[in-house]
Nanobody, 119 residues
């Protein structure tokens, strides 16, 4: 069983930056593909970014490409999401997730951290 705890959310003005962190415990962190998702009020949860176990392969939603960067530190069992040039439409609860090798979906989820961007 993997436990995921996000931190780093907050209130920021448009154009500002935040860095989200997700600390993992349990399991072998480097074997999991890690992802970030977000859910805005009244909307479905959507994919934001993912990173392979080694950190060598990353994927981003089109809406965040060039503004957000996902990274990981396997020695610290932590995945990060750097959010730059934030826009009001980035306001959402951001969730960290982990996918086991061979799994078709994400198996573990954190409790989420709120990001609010004011205009």
């Amino acid at each position: 069983q993997v436990q995921l705890v996000e931190s780093g959310g907050g209130l920021v003005q448009a154009g500002g930056s935040l860095r989200l962190s997700c600390a993992a415990s349990g399991g072998t962190f480097s074997s999991y593909r890690m992802g970030w998702f977000r859910q805005a009020p009244g909307k479905e949860r959507e994919f934001v970014a993912s990173i392979s176990g080694s950190g060598g392969v990353t994927n981003y939603a089109e809406s965040v490409k060039g503004r957000f960067t996902i990274s990981r530190d396997n020695a610290k069992n932590t995945v990060y999401l750097q959010l730059n040039d934030l826009k009001p439409e980035d306001t959402a609860v951001y969730y960290c997730s982990a996918r086991r090798l061979g799994s078709t979906g994400y198996d573990y989820w954190g409790q989420g951290t709120q990001v609010t961007v004011s205009s």
